[in-house]
């Protein structure tokens, strides 16, 4: 809940909630690809990234995280020993006030506020903005004067391929570093999971993040 001002409305110094609000939007604002591509000789080397700025998630691996204490900013300065202080010692971004206007400074212990992770969900909602190197590829194109010595064979070229390589960046509010495309998908039955509807789109839930892959790819003319 937020006061007439903006700020976060607390009460003795945990955030008070309401349920059925709306707490944020799935929607990108935008979305864009860089790709380039570098030839010398026979090499050819490209790569391929993602970015994605916008739309909120809603994460349960956070909560629990958070709730448990596995998480590390749970642990960050002295808050486990000296206790958290809404505004001035965490969330240090956003400006905490009690019901009379008071800024807030009652310092709760660790373990009840992180608690509150799992049951306030707007806690655990983050931007889902990320940055991605989703595809490189280096390719060697086998000589002519190679394949002369064949019959059949007009081109050979050998490529070594990565896909989703590496997570370069994601917006500061994903404090926990979850791979923003690790949302789930699921339906009514188990035959619109397997046929991939994005009903689940914004919610992550302890999901495995998604697979890095490499290969070698052989291409061949005649």
């Known amino acids: 809940m937020y006061n007439p001002d903006g700020s976060i409305l ?7 909630y ?25 090499w050819n080397f490209g790569f391929l990234l993602d970015l994605r700025i916008g739309g909120d998630i809603y994460s349960v691996t956070q909560a629990f995280g958070a709730q448990t204490g596995i998480l590390d900013f749970t642990a960050e300065g002295d808050l486990r020993e000296n206790g958290v202080i809404l505004g001035q010692n965490y969330m240090t971004d956003k400006v905490f006030k009690t019901e009379d206007g008071q800024i807030n400074d009652v310092v709760v212990n660790a373990e009840d506020f992180f608690y509150n992770y799992y049951t306030i969900p707007e806690m655990s ?8 190197l989703r595809e490189v590829h280096l390719t060697y194109n086998f000589p002519r004067a190679m394949l002369e010595k064949t019959k ?10 990565g896909s989703n390589l590496a997570l370069l960046w994601v917006h500061k509010s994903n404090i926990a570093h979850i791979d923003p495309e690790s ?40």
């Open 152 to 161: 059949y064979i007009k081109g050979a070229r050998v490529s070594l391929i």
């Open 18 to 42: 309401k349920a059925g609000q709306d707490i944020g939007d799935v929607t990108p604002k935008w979305l864009a690809g860089f790709s380039n591509e570098f030839s010398y000789k026979n």
């Open 183 to 222: 949302t789930m998908t699921y339906g009514d039955d188990p035959e619109s999971t397997r046929k991939g509807y994005n009903s689940g789109a914004g919610f992550e839930s302890n999901s495995y993040p998604p697979s890095r892959s490499i290969g070698i790819k052989l291409g061949v003319t005649f």
């Open 10 to 16: 607390v009460e003795d110094g945990i955030p008070v």
């Open 125 to 132: 909602v983050f931007n889902g903005s990320f940055l991605k």
